[in-house]
Nanobody
Framework: QVQLAESGGGLVQPGGSLRLSCAAS????????MGWYRQAPGKQRELVAH???????NYADSVKGRFTISRDNAKNTVYLQMNSLKPEDTAVYYC?????????????WGQGTQVTVSS
């Protein structure tokens, strides 16, 4: 069974920083692209950033220059460093990973971690 465990969410003031982590565990043969999505109340889930196994990255326009995605392949972990946070960044942040489990390829999601930006 595969699990994506997120951590690092919380309450932060505008202009502050947070670092999210997501560790994948279980019977994983290979991890391809890993990414972060977010969903604010009343809105659809949207891509924040993703990173390929080779390290290529892609960001939503709304977070470019403020957020940085990275990964540690040895630890099966993806990070999201969020700087200069704004109230509109408030959302539940979800980790996603495209996985090769040996006999099947699948896309897995974490349970989500709340990020609240407020004074």
């Amino acid at each position: 069974q595969v699990q994506l465990a997120e951590s690092g969410g919380g309450l932060v003031q505008p202009g502050g920083s947070l670092r999210l982590s997501c560790a994948a565990s279980g019977s994983i043969f290979k991890i391809y692209t890993m990414g972060w999505y977010r969903q604010a109340p009343g809105k659809q889930r949207e891509l924040v950033a993703h990173i390929t196994s080779g390290g290529s990255t892609n960001y939503a326009d709304s977070v470019k220059g403020r957020f940085t995605i990275s990964r540690d392949n040895a630890k099966n972990t993806v990070y999201l460093q969020m700087n200069s946070l704004k109230p509109e960044d408030t959302a539940v942040y979800y980790c996603n990973a495209d996985l090769n489990l040996g006999t099947v390829q699948t896309s897995s999601w974490g349970q989500g971690t709340q990020v609240t930006v407020s004074s």
